[in-house]
């Protein structure tokens, strides 16, 4: 069954540092997403990605945050700067197509910022 | 804004019994409910989705209803097993074409054996 990969599963930064969260979309998909997930809250949209730009973005990825493609493969979300309330499981979703399909999420990457 | 409301938080249910989860949400122009399931550590993995077009959708024990005019969607689990026992989260598709998902606040499932 085809998944999306992503590293590493925890992270953990000092404040004020930069992380790059990785993620292996499936093969065949060309939208991508990161959702962030506060410990024991609802899981929210941060941006969608498409064609090598951003679609769509949330309130919350401000300029802290950033994305790429950078190889064609890998999906990348950083973030510059981080805060205490970054931590947060980050999930990243891809689709096939972007409407009335199912977006396929990875395992997620615990982000603990101390 | 766009909104989706889900109850109960937490439902706690005997093996063989039936679960309800009820979500409502708030752009008229979502066409697209996915319910997700979601394990201690896990990513959400979806069990079952329902398009605006059908009004109910069964899965084995699992069903999902629409009511459009309403807009609230349902699922439900019928025969519960201590292995349904996660976190479920009701969705709706975004406003524009992005295909972003908004999600409820997720409702705790516990089946007792």
């Known amino acids: 069954e085809p998944e999306v990969t992503q590293t590493p599963s925890h992270q953990v930064t000092q404040m004020g540092q930069e992380v790059i969260l990785r993620c292996v979309p499936i093969?065949?998909?060309?939208?991508f997403y990161w959702y962030r997930q506060i410990l024991g809250q609802k899981v929210e949209f941060l941006v969608s990605?498409?064609?090598?730009?951003?679609?769509?973005k949330s309130e919350i990825f401000d300029d802290q945050f950033s994305v790429e493609r950078p190889d064609g493969s890998n999906f990348t979300l950083k973030i510059r700067s981080t805060k205490l309330e970054d931590s947060a499981m980050y999930f990243c979703?891809?689709?096939?197509?972007?409407?009335?399909?199912?977006?396929?999420f990875g395992q997620g990457t615990r982000l603990t910022v101390v | 804004g766009e909104n989706v409301e889900q109850h109960p938080s937490t439902l706690s249910v005997q093996e063989g019994d039936s679960a309800v989860i009820k979500c409502t949400y708030s752009?008229?122009?979502?066409?697209?409910f996915p319910w997700y399931k979601q394990e201690l550590g896990k990513g959400p993995q979806l069990i079952i989705d329902i398009r605006s077009n059908v009004g109910e959708k069964k899965d084995q024990r699992i069903a999902v209803t629409l009511n459009k005019t309403a807009k609230h969607f349902s699922l439900h689990i019928t025969e519960t097993q201590p292995e349904d026992s996660a976190v479920y989260f009701c969705?709706?598709?975004?406003?524009?074409?992005?295909?972003?998902?908004?999600f409820g606040q997720g409702t705790t499932l516990q089946v007792k054996p």
């Open positions: 990605f498409y064609n090598n730009e951003i679609s769509e």
């Open positions: 093969s065949n998909h060309l939208y």
């Open positions: 969705a709706s598709h975004g406003s524009g074409n992005t295909g972003k998902l908004i």
């Open positions: 752009d008229s122009a979502s066409n697209y």
């Open positions: 979703a891809t689709q096939g197509t972007p409407m009335n399909t199912e977006a396929f």
